[in-house]
């Protein structure tokens, strides 16, 4: 608005638009400063006389910019309220021929940025580039150094918060902040909204807590059905089991057969069961057969044996008393034979020698007694176990025979 009115302020009859445009743009005053140190105002209250308005630091700022400025607040001195000027120079011919100004009351300044107020906790607040506060909701705080408020923000960290992707997370009287900054175009201001962090994320909290509590429903949901399929599923497994428990406890019933529709695994394995639960009843039914088989065997020759065990036990005794009779007789002899020799040797004072011709002529009956004994003797220690000698075996046969 005040730069729609650098043509307007050459023209002869510019106080019309001066005063249309300050009530339009609701401005303190309205207002043109020439080089020639002469102005026109929209209000002509309270402008002192003799005012000099290239002596004004919104003049000397806009001159200086060369473009459009606004200056910092500063006391009016028609209103003596703290105002901002929103100023540009108007250049003709290379030359600034006046500069068009029109003051802003910090009232409506602070009023705009009160409305900056998205949750309960945070706030909205205009800075300038060097740091001072432009306008905060609280009026004290105004033209006083930023960091007053926010210690943690220095002149470098105000410029690094406008090109900040992230919002910045900072202290502010104990409470937790994000600081989020925008540049006011054409000016050297900035404006800043402290978002309370807990108000900031209740909203994303809240939709984690329901993602969170409708992942459990999900997953109990999922559970119960992978449950449920899962004992469908195995179900005849679990009727494999308890047919190998009642098998193994010693009672089981081999007749019992599972059902083995479908092709899954736990259908092969009951095909594999009722396979050999066949093959063990023809096992068992071999052994039922073949223990009735001896059954009757052993019923039908039992009042036989007892008989012939009875008529062969005495002639069995005979034959062995008879061949131990045979069998001691030798060995008599042969001890008598010795006791003999004993006595003869005695009888001669040493024995006699082989070679010796006296003892050969005296004894001689004796030695043939001896060499019959020993004879006696080698024939009885052969025939000692009459059961291993085949002779002795069939001389047995003949005379049990007979």
Same mark, same amino acid.
């Given at each position: ?86 100023? %540009? ?18 009232? %409506? ?9 998205? %949750? ?26 930023? %960091? ?255």
């Amino acid at each position: 608005m005040i730069q729609s009115l650098q043509d307007a302020v050459l023209q002869p009859e510019r106080d019309a638009a001066l005063k249309q445009v300050a009530d339009a743009g609701r401005f303190a005053n309205v207002y043109v400063g020439y080089a020639d140190k002469t102005a026109k105002f929209s209000k002509l209250e309270g402008i002192p006389p003799g005012y000099d308005p290239t002596a004004r630091p919104w003049y000397k700022q806009a001159v200086a910019a060369g473009q459009p400025v606004v200056t910092p607040p500063y006391v009016s001195a028609s209103t003596g309220k703290l105002v901002v000027t929103f100023a %540009t120079p108007v250049v003709r011919d290379g030359g600034v021929k006046a500069v068009v100004g029109g003051d802003v009351v910090m009232d %409506t300044v602070v009023a705009n940025v009160k409305a900056i107020h998205p %949750t309960p906790a945070s706030f909205g607040m205009l800075v300038a580039k060097s740091g001072e506060i432009v306008a905060h909701t609280d009026d004290k705080l105004t033209l006083k150094p930023v %960091t007053e408020l926010v210690p943690a923000l220095s002149t470098d960290k105000l410029a690094a918060l406008i090109d900040a992707k992230s919002p910045m997370e900072v202290d502010v009287a104990g409470s937790a902040k994000l600081l989020g900054a925008r540049a006011i175009p054409g000016t050297d201001w900035m404006v800043i909204v402290a978002l309370d962090k807990g108000e900031a994320t209740a909203g994303m909290r809240s939709v984690l807590i329901a993602s969170i509590i409708a992942l459990v429903l999900i997953a109990g949901v999922a559970a119960i059905v992978v449950w449920g399929v899962a004992t469908m599923s195995l179900r005849g497994l679990s009727t494999v089991r308890d047919a190998m428990d009642a098998i193994g406890s010693g009672d089981g019933d081999l007749t019992q057969r599972l059902p083995a529709d479908g092709n899954d695994e736990v259908a092969q394995i009951a095909r594999a069961f009722n396979t050999f639960a066949d093959k063990l009843c023809t096992i068992m039914r071999q052994i039922r057969d073949a223990s009735e088989s001896v059954r009757a065997c052993r019923r039908q020759y039992r009042p036989v044996a007892p008989h012939r065990i009875r008529r062969r036990q005495p002639r069995a005794d005979r034959g062995l008393d008879g061949r131990n009779h045979r069998h001691r007789q030798p060995v008599r002899q042969l001890s008598a034979t010795r006791q003999r020799i004993r006595h003869c040797r005695l009888a001669r004072g040493g024995g006699w020698r082989r070679g010796d011709r006296g003892s050969h002529h005296h004894h001689g009956p004796d030695r043939k007694r001896l060499g019959q004994g020993l004879r006696h003797h080698r024939r009885d220690r052969r025939h000692r176990l009459p059961d291993q000698h085949p002779g002795a075996q069939r001389c047995g046969r003949s005379r049990s025979g007979r």
